[in-house]
């Protein structure tokens, strides 16, 4: 019996390697996503991924699947955690608020799994949105889920909806990205934190057309 069907059975080298692929992607981004490397790491041999992964490209695909589900995580629990006494006009608009933040935040503290979220993805910009395997991701998945609230809520008017979250992401994802690669990084954290709220404020403000909720037809 060989090492690798001694220490793993049916599909657990594959989830094996994806796991460990994700741990060396937090801290050395998408470079560190090497079939020798993680294979080396699960204690396997390098021809024992290729069962799983028809190559790197395979495997970073799935790695920044979990990437992108961790990211959506944490705006998940950000969203969750909004104060459940708002009027419902402004809870639809701190929960977009709390998306942007998360996002930065996540990009912040953790670099390597942002760098690896959006490494590789399918893009079909005609339709809006961002997606990974026909799917779109989880964390535009959240954003475009906010902004339709906030239509159901009344405080973005129907005609800025299409394609609002492409300007969310794009000021979001553009100030998290030198906040992590940039000068910015430079900055003390309470400095980082009162930009990342202006940028934030300014994506809401910029998507509504107005800083006032639209008065109800």
Not at 63 to 76: D, E, M, S, T
Request: charged share 25%.
């Amino acid at each position: 019996m060989s090492e690798d069907t001694r220490a793993y059975h049916h599909g657990d080298l594959r989830h094996a390697l994806i796991a460990e692929g994700l741990d060396r992607a937090r801290t050395g981004g998408p470079a560190a996503v090497t079939l020798r490397e993680v294979t080396r790491a699960a204690g396997v041999s390098p021809n024992a991924a290729y069962r799983h992964f028809s190559d790197r490209d395979d495997l970073v695909h799935a790695v920044a699947n979990l990437a992108q589900r961790a990211l959506a995580q944490a705006i998940a629990e950000r969203v969750a955690a909004t104060p459940a006494d708002l009027a419902p006009t402004d809870a639809s608009i701190e929960r977009l608020r709390r998306v942007g933040l998360a996002y930065i935040d996540f990009a912040r503290a953790e670099r390597g799994w942002f760098e690896l979220a959006f490494f590789t993805q399918d893009t079909d910009a005609t339709s809006g949105i961002v997606t990974l395997d026909d799917e779109i991701v989880a964390p535009f998945k959240l954003l475009m889920d906010t902004l339709d609230e906030m239509v159901e809520a009344g405080t973005l008017a129907p005609d800025r909806r299409p394609l609002a979250e492409w300007a969310c992401w794009s000021a979001v994802h553009g100030f998290a990205d030198i906040a992590v690669h940039g000068p910015v990084r430079l900055q003390p954290e309470p400095v980082i934190d009162a930009l990342a709220a202006s940028v934030v404020e300014a994506a809401i403000t910029g998507v509504r057309g107005t800083a006032e909720a639209p008065v109800p037809a």
